[in-house]
C-alpha cells in the first residue's frame, strides 16, 4: 500500500510543464457558494452542509476521482464535521491537502493518523509524510526526529528499502536546513516578490530576460473548469506573457504577440535566442487522466509576432518533453537541454540535443547520474559566463521539495552538484533559476509564504527577481610607535587568512598608514614586521558584516628592549596561592600570542610579592606563580620549554612603596608591587 500512495505522489511532483500539477493549479481560486466554480457546462451539486456526511463522502470521492480536489476536500472535510468517528477519511484528507501543496493542513491530518497509529506503530507511510510535510513548513528539528523514526520503525522491510534511502537522504536535508538557517554567513543573493503587473494569485512560472528591459514568463491567468461526463478540463489556458522593465519596476504584462499562445493548448516556457528571432517554448494538454502532456515548439519572429511554432524532433509520444534552455554540454557543443519522463522509471531526467548549423538537432542525450538521480530533475538553465547549469531536483539533498542547485562543466564531465543555499531555495518548491549577466539581475520560481496563493500560503507559484549581493568591504589604518605617537613608515604590513595562515596581500606603507579590499565571511590578520620591535598585528573578521563597509584599526609598534620588564596586567591568584584563574590564563594566552607572533625571543616570566611575609615564604610564593605560568604555557599552550623560564623575586624588586611615610599601610602601592611581568633575555639557538 506504501510504495503505491508514495508512486501516487511522485506523479504529483512531476508536474510537467507547469511544475504545477492540474490538480494543484484547480487548488488555487476558492469554491463557489455552490461549492463548484462555475464553468462551462458546469454540473451543480449541492452545498455540503445540505447533506448528510454519507452524501458528503460520496461526493467526496467522486469529486477526487474526477482529479477536483479542492471541492472534494470541502465535501470529505465536512463529512468529518459531522461524524468525527470517520477518522479513515483523515487519509484522503491529507493526501488531497498535500497534492495541493497545503502543508500545514496535510501535516494536521498526518499527525492525526500517526497519533492514531501510536501504539502499533505500523502506519509507516503517514509517519514519513508527517516528516515530510513539518520539513516543507520549515520544522526541521521537528521533522528530522520523525524521520529517524521512520528509520528506526522501517528496519528490515526490504519492500521498504528505496523508501528507506529517500528518509535518509531527507534527514540529511533536515541538517542542512537547520545549517543554513542558523548560519551568520552573508547571503549571496538580494531576493525580491514581483508584484502584481507580473505576479497573479494563480500560477506564474519560466521566467526568461529575452534582453535586459523584456521579461518573458508563463501564468495561468484563470482556472474555470468544466465538469462533463467522467472528465474534468479547464476552461482556460497558461499563456505566455512579457513584461517592459521601467527603472526597478516591472509594467503590466501582456500576452506576446502572435500565434504562439495556441487555443486548447497550455503555453510556457519561453526562452529567446540572443538574437531575437527564435523562441522555443512549451505546448501542453491535459489527457483524459488529467496529466499535462507536453512538448517542445520553435518559432519565428515576424512582424506581426511570433509565428505558430513548429514541433521539434526531440519529442517523443507519450512523454512528456519540456523546460528547453539554450546552452552547451560538458564537452562545449551548442545544446538544447530539456526535462522529459520519457524514462518513466527515472523520473523526470534532464536531456541534452545537439545543435547542427543549420538549426536541427541531434537525438536527445540524458545527462550522467551526477544531474540525474532517482528523483525529479527540472528547470535548467545554462550560464554562459560560468559554464554552469542550474536546475531544479528533489532527488539531492535538499532544505525543501524541489531545490536548485548548480553544476560546472569541467574536463569533459559535470562537478558535483552546489546547493545554492538560502535565500533561493526554502523550504519547499524552487525552480526556474536564471541570470541575465548584462543586466545584473536573475529570477526563480517558489511557491514560499508570501507569495500570492489563495487556498494557502504554500499553494502557488509566484516568480521572484534576485541581485547579487555585492558588499564592498575594506580596512583601513594607521601605524604608530607605541612611545612616541609617531607615525611608523616605511613598513610593510601583510594581510592574512586567520584561519589557514596563508598571506593574502602585502602592503608596502611609505606614510604610516595602510588599505586592504576584504571578503566577506572571512577571518583575518594584519601583522607588521619591524628590527628591534616586537611583532605588531590585529586579528579581526567580517562575518556577519551585512552592508559594505570600511574597518579602521591603528596598529602599534613596541619597541622590543633586553631585559626590560613588561608588566602581564591582571593576573591574580587568591591568598597565598599560586593556582591560575581563568582570567589569569586568558592574560596568559595574549603571552603566547606575543610568543608566537615573535618566534625568535626566549623570556624569563617572572612573579614579585609584596611585602607582607617573610622574605623566605614570599619568595617561595612568588616562584610557585611563576611556575604555575610557564607550566599553563608549556603543558596547555604547547609552547616549547627552553623559550621560557620562571623566576620568583619575592618582595625583592619593589616597584612603589609597600608603606606610606608614616608607617601606615600603602594599598595601593602593594598592589603595584604584585605583579607578573616578563622580560627577553635572549634568542633561540638557530
Known amino acids: 500500500m506504501m510504495d503505491k500512495r508514495l508512486t501516487i505522489l511522485s506523479a504529483v511532483l512531476l508536474m510537467a510543464m507547469l511544475q504545477t500539477s492540474a490538480q494543484q493549479i484547480e487548488a488555487q481560486k476558492p469554491a463557489s457558494d455552490t461549492t463548484i466554480r462555475k464553468g462551462v457546462k ?20 467522486k469529486l477526487f476521482n474526477k482529479g477536483s480536489l479542492y471541492n472534494g476536500l470541502t465535501y470529505y472535510e465536512e463529512a468529518v464535521t459531522k461524524n468525527p468517528k470517520k477518522t479513515d477519511l483523515y487519509l ?3 493526501e488531497g491537502n498535500f497534492a495541493l501543496r497545503d502543508y500545514k493542513s496535510a501535516n494536521k491530518y498526518y499527525k492525526m493518523l500517526v497519533d492514531i497509529d501510536s501504539a502499533k506503530g505500523k502506519d509507516y507511510y503517514s509517519l514519513y509524510q ?24 522501517t528496519k528490515g522491510i526490504p519492500e521498504l528499502a528505496d523508501i528507506r534511502k529517500k528518509a535518509s537522504t531527507e534527514k540529511e536535508g533536515c541538517d542542512l536546513g537547520i545549517e543554513l538557517r542558523d548560519s551568520k554567513k552573508l547571503k549571496d543573493y538580494l531576493v525580491e516578490h514581483l508584484d502584481n503587473n507580473v505576479n497573479q494569485a494563480f500560477t506564474d ?53 502572435g500565434a504562439v499562445d495556441t487555443v486548447h493548448f497550455h503555453t510556457g516556457n519561453a526562452v529567446i535566442t540572443p538574437d531575437g528571432q527564435t523562441m522555443y517554448y512549451t505546448q501542453c494538454y491535459q489527457d483524459d487522466k488529467q496529466r499535462m502532456r507536453c512538448s517542445i515548439y520553435k518559432s519565428k519572429w515576424e512582424s506581426s509576432g511570433w509565428n505558430e511554432g513548429e514541433s521539434l524532433s526531440i519529442n517523443e509520444k507519450g512523454a ?57 530533475e527540472m528547470t535548467p538553465f545554462y550560464d554562459f559566463t560560468s559554464n554552469s547549469l542550474f536546475f531544479s531536483s528533489n532527488g539531492l539533498v535538499n532544505i525543501g521539495g524541489m531545490d536548485i542547485y548548480k553544476s560546472t562543466a569541467k574536463n569533459g564531465g559535470w562537478s558535483t552538484p552546489e546547493h545554492l543555499g538560502l535565500p533561493v531555495n526554502s523550504s519547499v518548491d524552487d525552480m526556474y533559476y536564471n541570470w ?57 604590513i601583510t594581510l592574512f587568512d586567520a584561519e589557514t595562515g596563508a598571506t593574502l596581500k602585502t602592503y608596502n606603507s611609505t606614510d604610516g598608514t595602510f588599505f586592504f579590499d576584504l571578503k566577506p565571511d572571512k577571518k583575518y590578520k594584519l601583522s607588521g614586521i619591524r628590527k628591534d620591535y616586537f611583532t605588531a598585528f590585529q586579528n579581526f573578521t567580517t562575518e556577519g558584516i551585512t552592508k559594505s563597509d570600511t574597518l579602521h584599526y591603528a596598529m602599534t609598534f613596541q619597541k622590543m628592549e633586553k631585559n626590560k620588564a613588561y608588566t602581564l596586567n591582571n593576573i591574580y591568584y587568591d591568598f597565598d596561592k599560586s593556582d591560575l584563574s581563568e582570567d589569569s590564563k586568558r592574560v596568559l594566552d595574549t603571552l603566547y600570542t606575543i610568543l608566537q607572533e615573535n618566534p625568535a625571543i626566549v623570556i624569563e616570566l617572572s612573579s614579585h610579592t609584596d611585602s ?25 599552550k604547547n609552547l616549547p620549554k627552553e623559550r621560557i623560564t620562571a623566576k620568583g623575586y619575592g618582595e625583592s624588586m619593589p616597584v612603589a612603596p609597600n608603606q606610606n611615610p608614616d ?19 635572549g634568542e633561540v639557538n638557530k
Open 42 to 61: 458546469l454540473k451543480e451539486l449541492p452545498d455540503p452542509k445540505t447533506v448528510s456526511w454519507q452524501k458528503n463522502v460520496e461526493l467526496g470521492a
Open 92 to 94: 484522503p484528507i491529507a
Open 130 to 153: 508527517y516528516a515530510l510535510t513539518d520539513k516543507y513548513l520549515g520544522n526541521y528539528e521537528q521533522a528530522k526526529t520523525s524521520f529517524e523514526k521512520f528509520l528506526d520503525v
Open 205 to 257: 512560472y519560466s521566467p526568461y530576460l529575452a534582453d535586459p528591459n523584456t521579461l518573458y514568463f508563463g501564468s495561468w491567468v484563470s482556472d474555470d473548469v468544466i465538469l462533463e461526463g467522467r472528465t474534468e478540463k479547464y476552461a482556460t489556458f497558461s499563456r505566455i506573457y512579457s513584461s517592459k522593465r521601467n527603472g526597478d519596476k516591472w509594467n503590466k504584462a501582456n500576452e506576446v504577440q
Open 320 to 376: 512528456t518533453t519540456t523546460h528547453p534552455a539554450l546552452g552547451k554540454d560538458e564537452n562545449g557543443s551548442q545544446v538544447l537541454f530539456f526535462a522529459s519522463d520519457r524514462n518513466e522509471a527515472n523520473g523526470m531526467d534532464l536531456y541534452a540535443a545537439k545543435m547542427n548549423a543549420d538549426g536541427s538537432l541531434q537525438a536527445p542525450k540524458a545527462l550522467s547520474a551526477v544531474i540525474n538521480t532517482t528523483g525529479d
Open 436 to 492: 541575465n549577466d548584462a543586466a545584473k539581475l536573475g529570477f526563480f520560481v517558489s511557491n514560499r509564504p508570501g507569495g500570492f496563493g489563495l487556498k494557502s500560503e504554500t499553494c502557488c507559484d509566484d516568480i521572484y527577481q534576485f541581485r547579487m549581493n555585492v558588499v564592498y568591504l575594506a580596512v583601513r589604518g594607521t601605524l604608530l610607535d607605541a612611545d612616541s605617537g609617531k607615525a611608523i613608515t616605511d613598513q610593510i
Open 612 to 636: 607582607k611575609g617573610s622574605d623566605k615564604y614570599n619568595m617561595d610564593l612568588s616562584q610557585k606563580r611563576a611556575e604555575s605560568c610557564v607550566n599553563y604555557l608549556i603543558n596547555e
Open 663 to 681: 608607617g601606615s599601610d600603602n594599598e595601593e602601592g602593594r598592589a603595584k608591587n604584585r605583579r607578573t611581568e616578563f622580560k627577553i633575555i
